[in-house]
């Protein structure tokens, strides 16, 4: 896999975690949850940004 390959492959995977994120925060904001759904979207929150930031960390081209 190329530089740019290694590099596209990267962005898409970040741009679905921040979908992810703002899907949740839209979630969170929702006034009808309960304290069970708020800390459930808190913990996929945490565990998105987990992963982003590995993925930022471990991602290089080793061409």
Known sequence: MGYLETGMRVLDSASALLSRL?????????DTNTLNDHEAINLEAEAIAQE????????TYKG
């Open 22 to 30: 703002q899907e949740l925060a839209v979630l969170g904001a929702n």
């Open 52 to 59: 982003f930031n590995r993925l930022m960390s471990n991602n």
